[in-house]
């Protein structure tokens, strides 16, 4: 079946960029998406890109998509610490739009001060 | 406000009992979703629902039950033929307008422990 995989872990210090990576393996994925989790919490829809874009900028994010390597990243500039948080990427296509969005593991981010 | 509500928050349970967690939303969404959220993997799909009185299994749907009687609520069952049903669970909804792009609202989820 289709997959999204991410690493589980990412440190950084306040102030720093970050990166989260993400790959997946649905040739036919229309959107991908990038959710945020806060502890104890649900899942917020961050930002998303479509599959015939190679980046989309919103003030402090920058996705970046390389298609043919099937690879997604989330950089966030200038991180605080309110950006710790658990990083979900996700991946659906058109033929079953949301109904089956496919999510990594996530990524937990934690912002050293 | 609009958004969606799940109770309880957490939810401690003795095996081989069935219970029920709540989720209500008033984004006049139509469709409704439940996942499972286990530590190190990613959601998984257990139910969804596009109208009302109708309802999908998702990749993991066995000891689990669903109803959805009316547009904002989509309640779900663990029943005890759920053989590890420790874990926390999201509720989701997504507007008709949105279905191609995928984009799901979220519930703050209901942790089940299983004693």
């Known amino acids: 079946g289709e997959d999204v995989e991410q690493s589980l872990f990412l440190s950084v210090r306040e102030g720093d960029s970050s990166v989260i990576n993400c790959t997946y393996t649905d040739s036919s994925s229309t959107y991908l998406y990038w959710y945020k989790q806060e502890p104890g919490a649900g899942l917020q829809l961050l930002t998303y890109i479509f599959s015939n874009m190679d980046m989309k900028q919103d003030q402090r994010l920058t996705v970046l998509l390389n298609k043919k390597d099937k690879h997604l990243s989330l950089r966030i500039a200038d991180t605080q610490t309110g950006d710790s948080a658990i990083y979900f990427c996700a991946e659906s296509n058109r033929a079953t739009g949301g109904f089956k969005t496919i999510f990594g593991a996530g990524t937990r981010l934690f912002v050293k001060a | 406000d609009g958004g969606i509500t799940q109770s309880p928050k957490y939810l401690f349970r003795k095996e081989g009992q069935n219970v029920t967690l709540s989720c209500e939303q008033n984004?006049?969404?139509?469709?409704m979703y439940w996942y499972r959220q286990d530590p190190g993997q990613g959601l998984r799909l257990i139910y969804y629902?596009?109208?009302?009185?109708?309802?999908q299994k998702g990749d993991i749907a066995e000891g689990y039950s669903v109803s959805r009687e009316k547009k904002e609520s989509f309640p779900l069952t663990v029943t005890s033929a759920q053989k590890n049903p420790t874990a926390f669970y999201l509720c989701?909804?997504?507007?008709?307008?949105?279905?191609?792009?995928?984009?799901?609202?979220f519930g703050e989820g209901s942790r089940l422990t299983v004693l």
């Open positions: 989701a909804s997504s507007a008709r307008r949105t279905w191609n792009t995928g984009e799901l609202f």
């Open positions: 629902s596009q109208i009302v009185n109708d309802f």
């Open positions: 984004l006049n969404h139509d469709a």
